[in-house]
């Protein structure tokens, strides 16, 4: 968990540790799952035998499990304010097609292709929105909107390492290599929580939080990988009231 | 003397694994933690002993608080030569020990050959040891054991091409151990521009601030020497009175070549070499990777009026493979000046007239077809074959500068070439054995009646019907010039002898595209056919 994560418990506690306050707070915990796959490609190049290379990398991750906390503050008239973290996390995995440049002939590339699997994707995101909400005696309805932070590490491929011998007309490529990478972006949030209050401090509830933003991985090389963070996360938790 | 090395690499990462080469040499790479506290505690008591001695302690600049230390291997207080250990350490703790450590040294460690008798042994071969560089005596760990050597670093001549020599030398007796270039070569890889204004890759030498042209990836020592237009020296070369060292390279400060002689010259020699190897299988003129060296500007275009008509004729209106592995790319002619009507380019502009010479330099070391008569005129027809064969390969079918076709030094000598195996009664070369040049001059018409080799081998190729006897033949068809190109290398370089001629050429490529192809193959039909039509039985 994140220290985003942390120091939102912190303020939790300290909300629920202040009745005096004029409105009513609530706080979470959920388990989430978020099934949207994300995929990118990316074409990067690079010069190597005084000629211009090419790597063209398609990436796909799936769906994977995550968390979210968050707290919310909300006035008598059923507007509020809340802040929430979450993280993800994904697996996935990437094919490539790269064209080497021939040390001994221009306009002769040598081309490479091939796969890896076993990359991974964190992405962590700090959501500050807008809140109405419904609560009755058993049942609470909550719907919030507002922005998000994205921030995604994720391993991208690198220029894959090669050997070659006179003449020189193909390449072996060794076993490709990751690097991580990491970008963040500010995109937007908006869902939905409906809470089942188990007694006056604590409930249990679920949730759906569709989120999104294009977040740029450098490469090495001239190149970027953008990825789509977020996606449609549904999840499900315990709830304190206060 | 019974020895052996054990070769260390102890991480804590690593997985144990252990394997053993001939040498008798035992590779350790163990990660268990006690291999390593195994190893920390006998570097230590090494250190302990003077047998490890630290040389060198780095802090790790990239994690903080690491510290690498290289422990030398000593004998008796002689360094071990290769023989060290590193370890990697914490604030608390050894990490990881990796190296080699040579066991089993039973040596007396005092030299029969003195310091300055390993000197003198060196200066005695022409080579100058650095004022700051004085033997050292080491240990070296040899296949066959351990000695006692001096160890010398070494420069030779200049003019020899300058090389930093690694030495060792016996300390008992003088003999030379082990000898390597300690020079650090790089390749580098850049482009140029060539006399027809082309680009092409470049693959040459990185060192000194610039660029060589040396080779690096090609399997020979393929270099292109500058002679900037100095015939003297050029020729003192060619009469091995001087040796062309680095400093006699081309040279190019950012790697983008613009000297389009050297370009090319540099460039086609490579083409050539390439061709030889993926069309037969061949590792260069001497089939053993020997060197292929290349001189351009033997002279000034500016100077000509100076020369006498030889000279112009050699060093202008000329290439030659000189022999050894030698060619010299004549300067051409300055741009207002004509001979014959033909304007001439540099000689290397043209990859059929750097094949062709190339093509001299595997005959003399094949066949070595005698240069003078029929044998001659084989000799001469062999380079024309391999000429055309290299650009067909390399360039694109077609009329015009940097074209495959049948003509001969086309891109140098415009318009229109010197020869033409398609129809050499254009040049007024024979095309038929019948009307073959019997006169005197051309060493008895080795350029002259290389023709009739040269169009029975492109009628079996394209086909067609001869002018003078009026056969017709159907070639193997431009996508199968291979078969006939294997067929002629074969016959040519295998088959034929010094003093073979036209009728042995025929009987050669026969048998060679039956061997190849199998009888009534269609390839050994269309030599067949093509012999009979230029007139050779
Ligand atoms: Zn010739």
């Known amino acids: 968990m994140s220290r985003i994560g942390t120091s939102l418990l912190t303020a939790v506690a300290l909300l629920a540790a202040t009745p005096a306050l004029a409105g009513e707070g609530r706080a979470w915990a959920s388990g989430t799952f978020n099934p949207a796959k994300t995929e990118t490609a990316e074409n990067r190049t690079f010069t190597e035998f005084a000629e211009q290379g090419t790597l063209e990398v398609e990436y796909a991750f799936d769906g994977g499990p995550g968390g979210e906390i968050g707290v919310e503050y909300r006035l008598r008239s059923g507007l509020g304010l809340q802040l929430a973290a979450s993280f993800g996390t994904r697996d996935g995995a990437a094919s490539y097609t790269a064209a080497f440049p021939h040390p001994l002939y221009l306009n002769r590339d040598r081309a490479a292709s091939g796969e890896t699997s076993g990359l991974s994707l964190t992405e962590t995101a700090i959501h500050f929105d807008l809140v109405y909400g419904k609560r009755g005696p058993k049942w609470e309805i909550v719907g919030f909107a507002g922005a998000s932070f994205f921030n995604v590490e994720a391993d991208i491929l690198d220029r894959p390492q090669y050997t070659h011998a006179y003449p020189y007309d193909t390449v072996s490529v060794l076993a490709p290599v990751t690097l991580s990478r990491s970008g963040s972006k500010v995109g937007f949030n908006a869902g939905l929580a409906v809470d089942y209050r188990l007694s006056k401090s604590f409930g249990l509830g679920v949730q759906g939080r569709f989120s999104g933003a294009t977040v740029e991985l450098e490469a090495t090389d001239e190149g970027t990988v953008e990825l789509d963070a977020g996606g449609f996360a549904v999840g499900a938790g315990l709830r304190l009231y206060f | ?537």
Do not use: C
């Open chain 2, 1 to 537: 003397m019974k020895w052996y090395g054990t070769v260390l690499a102890l991480a804590l990462a690593a997985g144990g694994a252990q394997a053993a080469d001939p040498t008798g040499t035992r590779r350790v790479a163990a990660g268990d933690g006690a291999a390593l506290s195994d190893w920390d505690f006998r570097a230590g008591r090494l250190e302990a002993a003077g047998d490890l001695r630290l040389r060198l302690v780095r802090e790790d600049e990239l994690l903080p608080g690491r510290v690498h230390e290289r422990l030398a291997q000593f004998y008796r207080g002689i360094p071990v030569w290769g023989g060290e250990l590193v370890r990697q350490r914490s604030a608390t703790a050894t990490l990881s020990v990796f190296g080699t450590f040579y066991e089993g040294i039973e040596l007396d460690v005092t030299p029969t050959l003195t310091a300055a008798d390993a000197a003198r042994s060196v200066a005695a071969r022409g080579l100058t040891l650095p004022l700051d560089k004085q033997p050292e005596l080491v240990v070296l760990p040899r296949e066959a054991g351990y000695a006692l050597a001096w160890r010398l670093r070494a420069n030779t001549d200049p003019d020899a091409g300058f090389d930093a020599r690694m030495i060792f030398l016996d300390a008992r007796d003088g003999a030379v151990l082990l000898e390597y270039s300690d020079l650090k070569h790089q390749s580098a890889v850049g482009t140029g521009t060539g006399v027809l204004a082309d680009s092409k890759k470049m693959s040459v030498l990185s060192g000194g601030g610039g660029f060589l042209t040396d080779d690096q990836l090609r399997p020979p020592r393929l270099r292109t020497f500058d002679m900037k237009g100095n015939l003297t020296r050029t020729l003192q070369f060619l009469n091995g009175q001087v040796a062309l060292g680095q400093s006699d390279l081309a040279v190019d400060p950012d790697n983008v070549w613009s000297d389009g002689a050297v370009v090319d010259a540099h460039a086609y020699a490579g083409y050539t070499y390439d061709y030889l190897y993926k069309r037969f299988g061949r590792r260069g003129l001497d089939d053993q990777n020997g060197r292929i060296l290349s001189l351009v500007h033997p002279v000034n275009r500016a100077d000509i009026f100076g020369y006498s008509d030889s000279v112009v004729s050699t060093f202008y209106l000329n290439a030659f493979y000189y022999g050894d592995g030698i060619m010299v790319y004549g300067e051409g002619l300055p741009s207002n000046l004509t001979a014959g009507g033909q304007r001439f380019n540099y000689w290397s502009g043209a990859l059929d007239v750097v094949s062709h010479e190339l093509g001299h330099g595997v005959t003399d070391f094949t066949s070595a077809l005698i240069y003078y008569g029929e044998s001659g005129a084989l000799n001469e027809s062999f380079s024309d074959i391999l000429a055309a064969g290299t650009e067909f390969f390399h360039q694109e079918a077609g009329s015009g500068p940097l074209k495959a076709d049948w003509l001969l030094a086309e891109d140098t000598v415009t318009p229109g070439g010197i020869r033409s195996m398609q129809n050499p009664a254009a040049f007024g070369d024979p095309d038929h054995y019948s009307i073959r040049f019997t006169g005197a001059e051309d060493n008895n018409g080795v350029h002259i009646n290389s023709s009739i080799s040269n169009h029975a081998f492109y009628l079996a190729i394209e086909g067609g019907r001869n002018r003078v006897s009026g056969l017709s033949v159907t070639g193997v068809g431009s996508a199968n010039r291979d078969l006939i190109e294997r067929v002629f290398f074969r016959a040519y370089t295998a088959l034929l002898a010094p003093s073979s001629d036209f009728s042995a050429a025929r009987a050669a490529t026969l048998q060679s595209a039956r061997d190849l192809y199998g009888a009534n193959s269609n390839a050994e039909r269309a030599v067949r056919e093509a012999w009979n039509a230029v007139g050779v039985q």
